[in-house]
């Protein structure tokens, strides 16, 4: 099952692969594709663990393959930027950040989902996993990026938005309900 949620993960960068040719900009088209698989796949890291509560329906076992498909989306995401937009060159980088802040809250994001990815193998995961919970924070960072990247805001930017409030929404909802003072 593992193979499959992988391959359907990966479907996107094959689409855009035998595409890239004929894109009008290739660069942006990159972008919209890691970008959108990024997101999308952090989002739905956290479905495993609603459906867990909620539908009492075991896919905690994929979580950290899907945690895992965002982060390597994020790190092609990031690539494009510095290889590809920018060609290494760190002095440009810099100042695209101070002229559009989406930049550093991706970067932020970023480097959040790195911190966690690193920390996911067995031994690690279980000295940092209290610091997994950063990913509520890496979301919220992500989702605020994906909208301002946007000139126009379209479905998918308040798609991802409402899911995102969802999700993080029941998330609050059972914090309060396991901690009600009486």
């Given at each position: 099952?593992?193979?499959?949620?992988?391959?359907?993960?990966?479907?996107?960068?094959?689409?855009?692969?035998?595409?890239?040719?004929?894109?009008?900009?290739?660069?942006?088209?990159?972008?919209?594709?890691?970008?959108?698989?990024?997101?999308t796949l952090l989002l739905l890291s956290l479905v495993p663990s609603t459906c867990k509560r909620i539908c009492h329906i075991n896919t905690l076992p994929y979580r950290k393959t899907i945690g895992l498909l965002s982060?390597?989306?994020?790190?092609?995401?990031?690539?494009?930027?510095?290889?590809?937009?920018?060609?290494?060159?760190?002095?440009?980088?810099?100042?695209?950040?101070?002229?559009?802040?989406?930049?550093?809250?991706?970067?932020?994001?970023?480097?959040?989902?790195?911190?966690?990815?690193?920390?996911?193998?067995?031994?690690?995961?279980?000295?940092?996993?209290?610091?997994?919970?950063?990913?509520?924070?890496?979301?919220?960072?992500?989702?605020?990026?994906?909208?301002?990247?946007?000139?126009?805001?379209?479905?998918?930017?308040?798609?991802?938005?409402?899911?995102?409030?969802?999700?993080?929404?029941?998330?609050?909802?059972?914090?309060?309900?396991?901690?009600?003072?009486?």
């Amino acid at each position: 099952m593992k193979a499959l949620l992988v391959l359907f993960a990966l479907l996107p960068l094959g689409v855009a692969y035998y595409t890239l040719d004929n894109a009008i900009d290739p660069i942006k088209m990159l972008y919209n594709t890691t970008g959108i698989g990024a997101v999308t796949l952090l989002l739905l890291s956290l479905v495993p663990s609603t459906c867990k509560r909620i539908c009492h329906i075991n896919t905690l076992p994929y979580r950290k393959t899907i945690g895992l498909l965002s982060f390597m989306y994020a790190l092609l995401h990031v690539s494009v930027f510095v290889v590809l937009d920018s060609e290494f060159d760190f002095v440009t980088i810099f100042e695209k950040s101070l002229k559009k802040p989406f930049i550093y809250v991706g970067a932020i994001a970023f480097i959040i989902v790195l911190l966690m990815a690193l920390t996911s193998f067995k031994k690690l995961f279980a000295k940092f996993s209290k610091y997994h919970k950063a990913v509520y924070i890496a979301l919220l960072l992500a989702l605020l990026h994906s909208f301002w990247a946007q000139k126009v805001a379209g479905v998918f930017e308040y798609g991802i938005i409402f899911v995102g409030a969802i999700l993080l929404g029941e998330r609050v909802w059972m914090w309060q309900k396991n901690h009600k003072i009486v």
